[in-house]
Structures are given as C-alpha cells and as structure tokens.
Nanobody, 124 residues
Framework: VQLQASGGGLVQAGGSLRLSCAAS????????MGWFRQAPGKEREFAAG????????YYADSVKGRFTISRDNAKNTVFLQMNSLKPEDTAVYYC??????????????????WGQGTQVTVSS
C-alpha cells in the first residue's frame, strides 16, 4: 500500500483544515487506518484511528471532540477533519495503514505503511 497525504497548510487558531490520504492498491478496505502527528523535537504520536469498515473510531484525548476521522473505501481515501485548531496542533501529520491492525492501538510500531506527511501550522 502506498499512501499520499495532502491538505495541510497554515491556519489561524480556531480554524479548520481537512486532511486527505489517498491509498493505492485494491486491499485498502482491509486495513485499519490511522493519523499520527509529529511536532518539532517530539516523538510521533497517535491522533486518530478508524476500523476497516469505518464504523469504529478512536481518538487521542488531545484531539477528541475537535478532530474526526473518516474513510471512503470506494475512493481508497481516509480523511481527518480538524476543527477548533490550536497552536499546539502544529505538526507534520502522517497517515498510516495497519493489517490486520486494531483501530485503538496507538503504537506506531503496529502500523505497516506510512504516507510522506503534510505540514499543519496553527498560528496564534
């Protein structure tokens, strides 16, 4: 599986962005998908995960209630809608795929494939 993330940019605090991650391959719907982020000088951290069907989602406490992960298996794409953005959300955001995976597992080592990352910068 090859993953291509897009949609990052510069936004003011309180604003919104929608990230997309397009996947290649016919087995996309078999993968658990996740979004991670990495701020300068910090380790990569889990933000959100979604089950293969899209029926179940899981969020880190830091983004719960503000971010929404979703997927469109017909289009091989996973999304991250980010609302009420804060300066501390500034990071490079990565999409990742895990098989067989479990959508509540936040460990980076559980994910097999990674996109190249897209920069999100939130100004105060």
């Amino acid at each position: 599986v090859q993953l291509q993330a897009s949609g990052g940019g510069l936004v003011q605090a309180g604003g919104s962005l929608r990230l997309s991650c397009a996947a290649s391959g016919r087995t996309f719907s078999s993968y658990v998908m996740g979004w991670f982020r990495q701020a300068p000088g910090k380790e990569r951290e889990f933000a959100a995960g979604i089950s293969w069907s899209g029926g179940n989602t899981y969020y880190a406490d830091s983004v719960k209630g503000r971010f929404t992960i979703s997927r469109d298996n017909a289009k091989n794409t996973v999304f991250l809608q980010m609302n009420s953005l804060k300066p501390e959300d500034t990071a490079v955001y990565y999409c990742a795929a895990s098989f067989p995976g479990y959508y509540t597992d936040p460990r980076t080592a559980r994910y097999d494939y990674w996109g190249q990352g897209t920069q999100v910068t939130v100004s105060s």
